[in-house]
């Protein structure tokens, strides 16, 4: 379909343990955005990308790193997973000039 | 700080009735304004958009008004249909160029529900 997958779905993971979830896409795009979806918050900007190895900070990015090393693959590391950090997870691509998103269908994460 | 305000978490409508979801924004500078459509389990879909130099867009059953003296923002659906029900998201964005980089803020987001 939309040329942007991550993985993984669905995820359970415990307190105090690494997670990386993907994003990969097809489109070729230059900007690269992790958000995160919680009831009463909607999404919340976590880390973007610019471009290869250029990335920044959003709203909430305290507990998550990233990672973009080639054009097609965004990563986002949840260094030492917490509880609050249980949420749906979406990642989003856009190509310049063009203002929409396309999303990917989320990561659902759970810290237990 | 929250930039961008959906107040109404849900709302109920009769098929063929009007929907009409509000949002308001608090940053003078976003100046490119859209609506994210979004059904469980998917990924939120991009729905309409308009720009700060316009104050209305249509397309087909879908409308989007802007008053930027109030910094409010509404989408009209007419006529609504049960396919409809969805999460609605409005986001705002200053126009992408210099360090924007295109951000969206979103809304927390308003459940609509049409009923048959």
């Known amino acids: 379909d939309a040329g942007i997958t991550q993985s993984p779905r669905h995820k359970v993971t415990e307190t105090g343990t690494p997670v990386t979830l993907r994003c990969h896409q097809t489109e070729n795009h230059r900007y690269m955005y992790w958000y995160r979806q919680d009831p009463g918050h909607g999404l919340r900007l976590i880390h973007y990308?610019?471009?290869?190895?250029?990335?920044d900070k959003g709203e909430v990015s305290d507990g998550y790193s990233v990672s973009r090393s080639k054009t097609e693959d965004f990563l986002l590391t949840l260094e030492s997973a917490t509880s609050s950090q249980t949420s749906v997870y979406f990642c989003?691509?856009?190509?310049?000039?063009?203002?929409?998103?396309?999303f990917g269908s989320g990561t659902r994460l759970t810290v237990v | 700080d929250q930039q961008v305000k959906q107040n109404s978490p849900s709302l109920s409508v009769q098929e063929g009735r009007i929907s009409i979801l509000n949002c308001d924004y608090t940053?003078?500078?976003?100046?490119?304004f859209l609506w994210y459509k979004k059904y469980p389990a998917e990924g939120p879909t991009f729905l309409i958009s308009?720009?700060?130099?316009?104050d209305k867009n249509e397309d087909g059953r879908f409308t989007v008004f802007l008053n930027k003296s109030a910094k409010h923002l509404s989408l009209h659906i007419v006529p609504s249909q049960p396919g409809d029900s969805a999460v609605y998201f409005c986001?705002?964005?200053?126009?992408?160029?210099?360090?924007?980089?295109?951000?969206?803020?979103f809304g927390q987001g308003t459940i609509l529900t049409v009923h048959p």
């Open positions: 986001a705002a964005s200053v126009r992408a160029g210099g360090t924007s980089y295109g951000k969206l803020t």
């Open positions: 990308s610019y471009g290869v190895k250029d990335t």
């Open positions: 989003a691509i856009r190509g310049g000039g063009h203002y929409g998103y396309t």
């Open positions: 308009i720009s700060s130099i316009k």
């Open positions: 940053n003078s500078m976003f100046d490119y």
